[in-house]
């Protein structure tokens, strides 16, 4: 996926969930902050941070914030932390072929049972299934960790891939890891380990477990190889 009118910005301050002061040329300004999990190990003061301009004058913020650059020991590494680019992300690799076949059908946000999955897919009248999408940011000396914080619709959702599988679909996970260079993916059993367990539950019962790693640029955002889920 790929964004307009980008440039950087200084991180100041977040005040709540939704919005983040960013220092913009010396300016002040109230951005719209792209995703409202905790983030507390990325928008540090003074870290350095890339927005997104919006062409639409009616908004009550000018600006999108997209992306941080995390400082670590061994260099600054770029997180793309739009909790909507996952989704546009594999939805772009799915449909060019990237689970090894052109779907016939590729739709988002299809309900089944007591929840919505982001993608319901069809190979003719042959193969169908569901997959989940799940946005990766959080990392730890090369080791991409999900999730961030404790997910009860996380584990719902596996549940109900579970589910779906049993009934005769085929179903899967996939994280996308919104940075480059991560060993593999595990879940973060210190913060939620229930979803640790339904992610095993899951595996052990047939649903694929996948994670892409992206290519990160402060205006792009695309899917760069498979990397391996560590359970």
Known sequence: MIYNNILPGIFLARPNRFIAHVDVGGRTEVCHV???????????????????????????????LI?????????????????????????????????????????????????????????????????????????????????D???????KHLEELIAAHRAGYETGVCFIVQMEGMDHVEPNDATHPAFGEALRRAKRAGVDVLALECRVEPGRLTVRRPIPVML
């Open 34 to 64: 792209k995703n409202t999990g905790r983030c507390r190990e990325l928008l540090l003061p003074g870290a350095t941070v890339w927005l997104e301009e919006s062409a639409n004058p009616a908004r009550k913020t000018r600006f999108d």
């Open 149 to 155: 914080a404790p997910t009860l619709r996380g584990v």
């Open 67 to 147: 992306a941080v650059e995390k400082a670590r020991e061994s260099g600054s590494l770029l997180i793309n932390m739009d909790a909507q680019a996952p989704n546009k992300v594999f939805g772009e690799w799915a449909a060019a072929g990237g689970l090894g076949f052109v779907p016939t059908l590729l739709r988002p946000e299809t309900v089944y049972g007591n929840s919505r999955f982001d993608f319901y897919w069809e190979l003719g009248e042959v193969r169908r299934g569901f997959w989940e999408v799940k946005g990766v940011t959080l990392e730890e000396n090369g080791t991409a960790r999900f999730p």
